[in-house]
């Protein structure tokens, strides 16, 4: 397992601009999760995918966000019109697809602060 | 709404002085419990899954239990290398959601 890899690491953009993260899950996960993360917060849940098909989004999710998993492989976040409130670790999980209990892998996460 | 809390925020010890981190939910229908390691830098590293009030599970230093109310992540004569933020998650049972609910973490530090 090469583990789930997250690009960029970091990112700084100023308010109002998009931002696009990408996530790569460990081969063969069809399950993959978005969460994000603030500092001295627990990750809190953006979205899932079960292969190409998105499952479920947080009603907390502001429409400025989308995610996308095209071909059930890597899955792209974006933030549309930043604002200084989205600054947190976005952080991407997979697991593979089965019964309940499956622990989630997580990557090192994309570090986003909007000035 | 669900609802994860830790105490404390934050513990140190000294290398060697055992202690225990409380995890407190409040869940409709609890379908499971889990712990997790995170570093500094880092995401999270799984640790265990409980899924029954009495279900306990033990991993080198580690020992995760579980009642009806709360977990407890025992940690025995911890090392350095055991300073982590520990978080616990709980995913409800109601409404088939696959969404793990964290808590803000405890933030231990082992000192030598």
């Known amino acids: 397992d090469t583990g789930v890899s997250q690009d960029p690491r970091h990112k700084i953009t100023k308010r109002g601009q998009n931002v696009t993260f990408r996530c790569d899950p460990i081969?063969?996960?069809?399950?993959l999760y978005w969460y994000r993360q603030t500092l001295g917060q627990g990750p809190e849940f953006l979205t899932y995918f079960q292969n190409e098909a998105q499952l479920e989004k947080s009603r907390l999710l502001s429409d400025r966000f989308s995610a996308e998993r095209p071909k059930g492989s890597f899955s792209t976040l974006e933030i549309q019109r930043t604002e200084q409130g989205d600054s947190a670790m976005y952080l991407c999980?997979?697991?593979?697809?089965?019964?309940?209990?499956?622990?989630?892998?997580f990557g090192s996460g994309t570090q986003l602060s909007v000035l | 709404e669900d609802q994860v809390t830790q105490s404390p925020e934050a513990l140190r010890l000294q290398e060697g002085e055992s202690s225990s981190l409380n995890c407190s939910y409040t869940?409709?229908?609890?379908?499971?419990l889990f712990w997790y390691r995170q570093d500094p830098g880092k995401g999270p590293e799984f640790l265990f899954t409980?899924?029954?009030a009495g279900e306990e599970k033990e991993k080198e230093r580690l020992k995760a239990t579980l009642t009806k109310k709360e977990s407890f992540l025992h940690i025995t004569a911890p090392k350095p290398e055991d300073s982590a933020t520990y978080l616990c998650a709980v995913q409800a049972l109601q409404g088939g959601s696959e969404k793990l609910v964290f808590g803000k973490g405890t933030k231990l530090t082992v000192n030598p």
């Open positions: 999980a997979s697991t593979p697809s089965a019964g309940f209990g499956e622990k989630l892998f």
């Open positions: 409980l899924y029954s």
């Open positions: 081969s063969e996960h069809n399950r």
């Open positions: 869940v409709s229908g609890l379908r499971g």
